[in-house]
């Protein structure tokens, strides 16, 4: 009954006419600079595509501004199979951004994203099909296990998705990435969502549906260096944060009391030392308070500061992103989709 309920609101969606139609199964990698890996993912990939009984496919490489061979290596791929199209950044816009345009050029009654390091294994996307058709919206991968990271790095992804779990008031699922299978009526939601600062697995949980989970050992990257560095990370975690909680505004205003109520505190002894006649004059007493009182404050600032510049981006009549260039075969094996249909939609939510 789900997979009918699913092939029905896509038939709505695209207006399609045939109501026999296999499913269709499309699958969104963005890539930035992965020329030396690229290949080997396509290859793995396309196989799993291939292979699955009774779906068509599409499979939407998003080059983001990549300064290697990364678009023209996935141009081959496009050239030699229909299914492939390739979407070009005019520069780069960031890794969320680049799922968000693969999202807005699929077409299918499900959807994938999967990055093309082969850390998520191609072959997955089997057991995450069979949740779909059981009737389960959004499927994600669980991270069992993680090979090729450091120690570091572990432990600030868990400290990571453990503390926005218990900021935010959404439950998003710990030690889950952005390689998850989605239904065509969520990804209808998400294309609704045109926000810059962008956690797409944060939007996900939020959508809700019937959302269930597949556990995996996540693998050493293929070849190349990571595209999150430290820096990245920080700023990834913190978009993760602001987009889905205000505890940081309460904690600024917590701060506040508190350093109000340790100069309370302060001012007590001092009338305290007063009346015992012990009362110091003293350099260093009064540039601490000044200090503590100064930190407190710019911190608060700063805080209401990430906000307002979320604001400011917010409300910018600017795209979300440029396509410079799509790459993909003049000849198509997906009849009875209206390919504008989700740029359409897209332009519609831009005019807003």
């Not at 993760?240 to 001012?267: D, E, H, R």
Request: aromatic share 12%; with cysteine; charged share 25%.
């Amino acid at each position: 009954m789900a997979q009918v309920l699913h092939r029905v609101m896509a038939a709505t969606q695209y207006g399609a006419s045939d109501m026999t139609r296999k499913p269709l199964l499309s699958l969104v990698t963005p890539a930035y600079n992965e020329a030396e890996g690229i290949q080997a993912f396509h290859a793995r990939a396309q196989a799993v595509m291939e292979s699955l009984d009774g779906l068509d496919y599409e499979m939407i490489y998003v080059d983001d501004g990549s300064r290697d061979d990364s678009f023209k290596i996935m141009s081959e791929f496009a050239a030699t199979n229909p299914r492939v199209k390739v979407v070009k950044f005019s520069r780069n816009f960031g890794h969320q951004i680049a799922i968000t345009a693969g999202l807005d050029h699929a077409r299918g009654d499900a959807i994938v994203f999967i990055d093309a390091d082969l850390q998520d294994p191609p072959e997955l996307i089997h057991e995450m099909v069979t949740k779909w058709r059981d009737g389960f919206d959004v499927v994600y991968a669980k991270r069992a296990r993680r090979e090729g990271e450091t120690k570091f790095k572990l432990w600030t992804a868990a400290m990571f998705y453990r503390l926005l779990r218990s900021l935010s008031n959404i439950d998003i699922p710990q030690d889950v990435g952005d390689f998850r299978l989605i239904s065509a009526r969520v990804a209808n939601e998400l294309r609704a969502m045109r926000e810059k600062d962008r956690f797409i697995r944060g939007l996900v949980s939020w959508v809700g549906f019937p959302q269930t989970f597949v556990l995996y050992d996540r693998d050493e990257r293929f070849a190349g260096e990571t595209k999150y560095p430290l820096k990245k990370m920080l700023k990834f975690a913190f978009d993760g944060i602001t987009s889905f909680s205000n505890t940081p505004l309460k904690v600024a205003t917590w701060m506040g009391y508190g350093a109000s109520a340790l100069a309370f505190l302060y001012l007590a002894s001092v009338f305290v030392q007063w009346a015992f006649g012990i009362t110091v004059e003293g350099w260093a007493t009064m540039m601490v308070a000044m200090l503590f009182l100064g930190g407190v404050q710019l911190i608060c600032i700063g805080i209401l500061g990430e906000y307002l510049g979320r604001i400011f981006n917010e409300i910018k009549p600017r795209p979300v992103y440029i396509v410079q260039e799509v790459a993909s075969s003049a000849e198509t094996t997906t009849p009875d989709l209206d390919t504008t249909a989700p740029m359409a939609a897209f332009a519609e939510h831009g005019r807003r």
